[in-house]
């Protein structure tokens, strides 16, 4: 049963892996939201009025009952402690600081990686640009390093940060699920076999499935 008692809105693309994360966590809290579409990469920049919202001009930006925020993780965390539903950060302290702890391996080198370095790169094929296949291949290691550093973390464990989904796991399907869709992705993600495992059991839930943005988007 969803939450539909005071007005929740999300300011941002659907393309966008960090409004992903948004709209990913506000599924699992079963909360009915509005999706207002957002164009930050209109030639004249973002509208003046989202400006007003969030003067960095990013997405996403959120609102619930009049209460305006902005910047992907602290909604996420805002949405989790706010609404009923299944908590998505562990009670367990330790278990709470390694979702911290992935959140920001996935933020300081996953994103630029997975998604621009390689998703966006080879996508680029789909637009009739010309992939930079130096870029893509300086990619690959970096993306190695990242599958390892998480395989470990995750090692015979069901969820990335625990016993739990959390908000590390949706953090981390929007960069996955755009690394996926090429041939380096798939590649990458067999030669890990604990994120392998992850990603199979992530990938059928229906948040995801209910988030799943459009081939070749921007992201």
């Known amino acids: 049963m969803r939450e539909s008692i005071q007005k929740v809105t999300v300011y941002g693309a659907a393309y966008s892996t960090y409004v992903r994360t948004v709209r990913l966590t506000l599924e699992e809290k079963s909360v009915f939201y509005d999706l207002i579409d957002i164009d930050v990469f209109a030639p004249s920049g973002p509208p003046s009025e989202y400006l007003r919202m969030n003067p960095f001009g990013r997405i996403p930006s959120f609102e619930h009952d009049g209460f305006?925020?902005?910047?992907?993780v602290p909604i996420a965390r805002y949405i989790d402690e706010t609404f009923g539903g299944p908590m998505l950060?562990?009670?367990d302290i330790r278990e709470r600081a390694r979702m911290?702890?992935?959140?920001?391996?996935?933020?300081?080198?996953?994103?630029?990686?997975?998604?621009?370095d390689i998703y966006v790169e080879r996508s680029n094929g789909l637009r009739g640009k010309t992939p930079d296949e130096k870029r893509i291949a300086s990619a690959l290691p970096r993306a190695h390093a990242c599958l390892d550093a998480l395989g470990a973390l995750i090692g015979d464990g069901k969820w990335l940060a625990g016993s739990?989904?959390?908000?590390?796991?949706?953090?981390?399907?929007?960069?996955?699920?755009?690394?996926?869709?090429?041939?380096?992705?798939?590649?990458?993600?067999?030669s890990s076999p604990p994120m392998m495992r992850w990603w199979n059991q992530v990938a059928v839930r229906p948040s995801v499935r209910a988030t799943?943005?459009?081939?070749?988007a921007q992201s």
Do not use: C, K
């Open 68 to 72: 305006r925020m902005y910047e992907a």
């Open 89 to 91: 950060q562990p009670r």
């Open 100 to 116: 911290n702890q992935i959140i920001s391996v996935l933020d300081s080198y996953a994103y630029r990686t997975f998604v621009w």
């Open 164 to 190: 739990v989904l959390s908000l590390a796991d949706l953090h981390a399907v929007p960069m996955f699920d755009y690394l996926l869709r090429t041939t380096e992705g798939e590649d990458l993600l067999s």
């Open 212 to 216: 799943s943005p459009a081939p070749a």
